[in-house]
């Protein structure tokens, strides 16, 4: 699977963004997707996940009522809906797949998109 990552860019605090991750290839709904961000020098963090089906999503904290993730099955596409962005939002996002299920660690996905940058001014 090939992930195409997109939607960043530049918002003020307060506002929102919704970033897309665009799969190609086959069998989509046999991958998880999550959201990680990434700052320069820092390690990968999770932001979101969900599951194959849908039906299971996980959030970090620091997100949580704040960020909706979401797939369109039919679309291959999974999106993040960003809201109340805060200046320390700011980073690069990626989206990647996995075949698997349990741990939300960025290790354990194994096909990755390239990074969509969301910058949040103050």
């Known amino acids: 699977v090939q992930l195409q990552a997109s939607g960043g860019g530049l918002v003020s605090a307060g506002g929102s963004l919704r970033l897309s991750c665009a799969a190609s290839?086959?069998?989509?709904?046999?991958?998880?997707i999550g959201w990680f961000r990434q700052a320069p020098g820092k390690d990968r963090r999770t932001v979101a996940a969900?599951?194959?089906?849908?039906?299971?999503?996980y959030y970090a904290d620091s997100v949580k009522g704040r960020f909706t993730i979401s797939r369109d099955n039919a679309k291959s596409t999974v999106y993040l809906q960003m809201n109340s962005l805060k200046p320390e939002d700011t980073d690069v996002y990626y989206c990647?797949?996995?075949?698997?299920?349990?741990?939300?660690?960025?290790?354990?996905?194994?096909?990755w998109g390239q990074g969509t940058q969301v910058t949040v001014s103050s």
């Open positions: 990647a797949a996995d075949r698997g299920s349990g741990s939300y660690a960025p290790d354990e996905y194994d096909y």
């Open positions: 290839g086959r069998h989509f709904t046999m991958y998880r």
């Open positions: 969900i599951s194959q089906s849908g039906g299971i999503t």
